[in-house]
């Protein structure tokens, strides 16, 4: 008897260590992703190199209830890698993961409700995943819930509050809301209108890579709004987003070649 119990306890530590390593590794690929998501902008890259080589993995781990893995897997049915294309298998993935309390699942499910991809597109169930993604700090459901809040969409509108969560997710380092946070105080939307304060959160979102933070910071520089004028600094950020190909910028930076030192007639987009 003695004998079986050492083995039985065996058995239960290997399984113990068995799901940690799953764990892991999933933790892992989820950074990779990131990581990815975080220099370009979208993580289509990560997905149709790992799921085709990481399918099998990520269904049985899904299956077993790892909240990782059903995001991952459905990642790879809402975007067809690896597996045939299935947004309602996206969703049914996506929900278990969220109803396990997994932010960026509930932040995707909000997305797929909102846009009606693979479920009936339903403004006011996309809201209420968003929030509770907002609710535990996830960035990214915190700039969409700002954008409900704007358009007033599953929402009443309420530009103070799209304000108030733009800030919450660009405190965070999120360039998109930093740069939209950015043109609210530059608009005065939501908020006084503040060019200093303009010109700070543009250019946290133009140091992280944003192109259109980049091109608009330019403009700041190039009219001396908000800060004081220098054309230099101007080309500088016009090159570095016309270098990614954002064409605002490729037009500005060739208006201020033509024009030497940009005068009113070369004003676009300020």
């Known amino acids: 008897m003695k004998q079986f119990l050492a083995i039985l306890c065996v058995f239960v530590i290997n399984g113990i260590a068995s799901a940690d390593d799953t764990e892991t590794r999933l933790k892992a690929m989820e950074a990779e992703r990131d990581s990815i998501f975080k220099h370009k902008g979208s993580s289509e890259t990560y997905y149709s190199e790992s799921c085709p080589k ?58 797929m409700y909102e846009y009606g991809k693979g479920i009936t597109k339903d403004e006011t169930q996309a809201v209420t995943w968003y929030r509770k993604a907002a609710e535990q700090g996830f960035a990214n459901a915190q700039d969409n819930l700002a954008g409900m809040y704007f358009y007033g969409k599953g929402i009443a509108k309420d530009e103070a509050q799209a304000v108030i969560w733009l800030r919450k997710a660009a405190e965070q380092g999120d360039a998109k809301s930093q740069f939209n946070l950015g043109v609210m105080y530059f608009l005065g939307v939501g908020t006084a209108k503040d060019e200093a304060q303009a010109v700070i ?34 080309v500088a950020w016009f090159r570095k987003a016309a270098e990614q190909g954002f064409a605002k910028a490729q037009y500005n930076l060739g208006t201020m070649y033509e024009y030497g030192n940009c005068q ?7």
């Open 201 to 234: 959160w543009l250019r946290k979102a133009a140091e992280q890579g944003y192109a259109e933070a980049q091109d608009n910071l330019g403009v700041m520089y190039r009219d001396g709004t908000g800060i004081t004028k220098d054309e230099t600094q101007a």
């Open 54 to 111: 990481e399918l099998a993995f990520w269904q049985q781990a899904a299956e077993q209830g790892q909240a990782i893995a059903q995001v991952l897997l459905a990642g790879c049915y809402s975007r067809g890698k690896g597996i045939a294309k299935d947004e309602a298998q996206a969703v049914a993935w996506y929900r278990k993961a969220a109803e396990q309390g997994y932010a960026r699942a509930q932040s995707n499910l909000g997305f």
């Open 264 to 270: 009113s007639s070369c004003r676009l987009d300020g």
